[in-house]
């Protein structure tokens, strides 16, 4: 079993930045892809940005050359760098990680808003 643990969200004004963190234990020794998923208010969770652990990227089209995804094997961590935030970056970013049995955990998820 694997835990996703998520901080770093909050307010910001349209242009602003943000980084979102996540933090996995339990067996997260076993983890292949981690990355971030987000929900906005009556949308599908939609794919953010995703690391393999050979360090292979994916991004969505609407957040390439805005956000960086980043993550530390040695301390099961990933990072969302958030950059030139939009209001339509407002939603629930939830860490998403796959094992190595194929098995998908999620956190619980941090609120992110931009709004002037």
């Known amino acids: 079993q694997v835990q996703l643990v998520e901080s770093g969200g909050g307010l910001v004004q349209p242009g602003g930045s943000l980084r979102l963190s996540c933090a996995a234990s339990?067996?997260?020794?076993?983890?292949?892809?981690m990355g971030w998923y987000r929900q906005a208010p009556g949308k599908q969770r939609e794919l953010v940005a995703t690391?393999?652990?050979?360090?292979?990227?994916n991004y969505a089209d609407s957040v390439k050359g805005r956000f960086t995804i980043s993550r530390d094997n040695a301390k099961n961590t990933v990072t969302l760098q958030m950059n030139t935030l939009k209001p339509e970056d407002t939603a629930v970013y939830y860490c998403?990680?796959?094992?190595?049995?194929?098995?998908?955990?999620w956190g619980q998820g941090t609120q992110v808003t931009v709004s002037s």
């Open positions: 998403a990680a796959v094992d190595s049995s194929w098995r998908l955990y």
């Open positions: 339990g067996s997260a020794s076993t983890l292949n892809t």
């Open positions: 690391m393999t652990r050979i360090g292979n990227t």
